[in-house]
């Protein structure tokens, strides 16, 4: 099937598909929360399905938003991301609570890279895993997943 490269990424389509369906399902669960989906800039190339999902399962504390990422998370108290991009970077830099997920059989980061964000990079194996970490990213104290911005500097 088709694929797109994110980064240092390549992931299949319809996985990728299939497990924003699974990021969605979280969502669902927690209606205590309110979440902003912010599509991908990419997206534009092609119908994003995620804005007519979230209207087919009435998911009224899911808001999808395609304005760029720093006026969004200027809105935001924490973010999550699939994938390590400028999203995370520009996170740390705001000094919000980030997690940022990655598949190893799709991803590969930098050596350096996974040690300066080891404290909120998390490599999952299966979806299942990510989903898990997503849970308690979400229920932990925020102050646990600010990353210094001096993490952001070359040495």
């Given at each position: 099937?088709?694929?797109?490269?994110?980064?240092?990424?390549?992931?299949?389509?319809?996985?990728?598909?299939?497990?924003?369906?699974?990021?969605?399902?979280?969502?669902?669960?927690?209606?205590?929360?309110?979440?902003?989906?912010k599509g991908l800039p990419s997206s534009?190339?092609?119908?994003?399905?995620?804005?007519?999902?979230?209207?087919?399962?009435?998911?009224?504390?899911?808001?999808?938003?395609?304005?760029?990422?720093?006026?969004?998370?200027?809105?935001?108290?924490?973010?999550?991301?699939?994938?390590?991009?400028?999203?995370?970077?520009?996170?740390?830099?705001?000094?919000?609570?980030?997690?940022?997920?990655?598949?190893?059989?799709?991803?590969?980061?930098?050596?350096?890279?996974?040690?300066?964000?080891?404290?909120?990079?998390?490599?999952?194996?299966?979806?299942?895993?990510?989903?898990?970490?997503?849970?308690?990213?979400?229920?932990?104290?925020?102050?646990?997943?600010?990353?210094?911005?001096?993490?952001?500097?070359?040495?």
């Open positions: 099937g088709d694929s797109r490269y994110v980064g240092a990424c390549n992931y299949d389509d319809a996985w990728y598909h299939r497990w924003h369906l699974r990021i969605l399902d979280l969502m669902e669960t927690r209606p205590d929360l309110r979440f902003t989906w534009d190339q092609s119908v994003d399905p995620i804005p007519g999902i979230i209207a087919e399962r009435a998911l009224e504390n899911v808001r999808y938003e395609g304005r760029p990422f720093l006026a969004v998370a200027a809105e935001v108290e924490r973010v999550f991301t699939d994938y390590p991009s400028t999203a995370l970077y520009e996170t740390v830099h705001l000094g919000k609570p980030v997690l940022a997920i990655t598949f190893p059989r799709f991803c590969v980061v930098r050596p350096l890279a996974a040690a300066r964000f080891a404290p909120v990079l998390r490599a999952c194996d299966t979806e299942d895993e990510a989903l898990a970490q997503i849970k308690s990213f979400l229920d932990a104290d925020p102050d646990d997943w600010r990353l210094p911005t001096s993490n952001l500097v070359s040495p």
